[in-house]
């Protein structure tokens, strides 16, 4: 049993789950280790379409692990709800994860769950990129507080639907719980604005169509 003034502090700190949270921060803490070390080669947009690969295939089996022999769920599979779609665009996820990469410094995500859109489809890739404050100047621009999540679902026409989401950001293990528990900085509004913005910085073609824009009320 921990001291009851360690333990007050531990939850200041974690959370009121302090298990969980500890748990979080050390899966955050070996994020920012994998990412400080080879993160600018491995998670280059360049290879979204391949990791899309390898979370299609680990995170099923990383649900099983979490609800089996964690003493707490976290939901590595979720969904993209119909507030998320900002876009239709023609682009296949590589080229337009590389020509957004020029006006956003974009990056495949680590730490990201695998997500479903409301109709089912499974994504075909995940990116983000950065945004806001960082807690000392010096550090990396992907320790921002910020990040913008987009997730990108093939239509049966052959174009694709971006989902977006802002949200804390996933290397920061002070907002470990904002992140994991979608809690103040996350927006769907906010994420979709950014997108949409980006995609106008890029020159890239989009538009707002379909079933999605309906329920968004566009």
Known sequence: ????????VLRELLGPNVEVGAAAVAVVLTGIAARAYFGSVLFHPRYVVVWNIVRRVAAPILQRVVYRYLPFDIEVENDSEPNEYAATV???????????????????????????????RKERATFVWYYGP????????WLRRYQVDVTVFRREDGR???????????????????????????????????????????DVEWRVEGQQATERGA
């Open 160 to 202: 694709y639907d971006l989902f977006v989401h802002a949200e804390a950001n996933s290397y920061r293990p002070d907002l470990w719980f904002d992140h994991l528990f979608k809690g103040p900085s996350f927006d769907a509004a906010e994420g979709v604005e950014r997108a949409q913005n980006a995609l106008y910085d890029a």
């Open 134 to 141: 960082k807690p000392l100047q010096m550090l990396p621009r």
């Open 90 to 120: 023609e682009l296949d996820p590589k080229p337009l994860a590389l020509t957004l990469d020029q006006v956003r410094e974009v990056e495949v995500p680590l730490l990201n769950g695998y997500k479903t859109a409301p109709d089912g």
């Open 1 to 8: 049993m921990l001291p009851p003034q360690l333990l007050r």
